[in-house]
């Protein structure tokens, strides 16, 4: 058994397409236009859904906006260099939300920035 995906809804699938691919990095894996249900899946990840996890966007139609609640934590993503990576997603016009430091009680480096949908996601330094 393994997770497959995490579903999150979107607003605006575009902006999330291009925020997970250009900004993050994520390469988009399929994508599935359900005109009778009126809604866009699009699943993006960093390798292959038969061996790895993807993240499902899911657009609405007529649906610009989500609130988040607040049982939502976050998507983590492990980086071999969280300050590169960081500067990288800056660069690309992403929007960082805290900067790469030691979590709070603990030492483990992460870092977070924001989705155009205001979803978390969390960076964590992998390796020393």
């Not at 809604?39 to 610009?64: C, K, M, R």
Request: proline letters at 4%.
């Amino acid at each position: 058994m393994r997770i497959l995906h995490t579903m999150l809804r979107v607003g605006d699938l575009e902006k999330s397409l291009d925020f997970y691919t250009r900004v993050v990095g994520m390469k988009l894996l399929r994508r599935e236009e359900f005109p009778d249900g009126k809604f866009t899946l699009a699943f993006v990840g960093f390798g292959p859904e038969s061996t790895h996890t993807a993240l499902e966007l899911t657009y609405n139609w007529g649906t610009s906006r989500y609130e988040l609640g607040t049982a939502y934590g976050h998507v983590a993503l492990g980086v071999s260099d969280i300050h590169a990576t960081v500067k990288a997603i800056r660069d690309a016009g992403g929007k960082v939300v805290r900067e790469p430091g030691p979590m709070k009680h603990g030492t483990t480096v992460i870092a977070f920035v924001e989705d155009p949908d205001g979803y978390r996601v969390e960076l964590i330094q992998q390796g020393t």
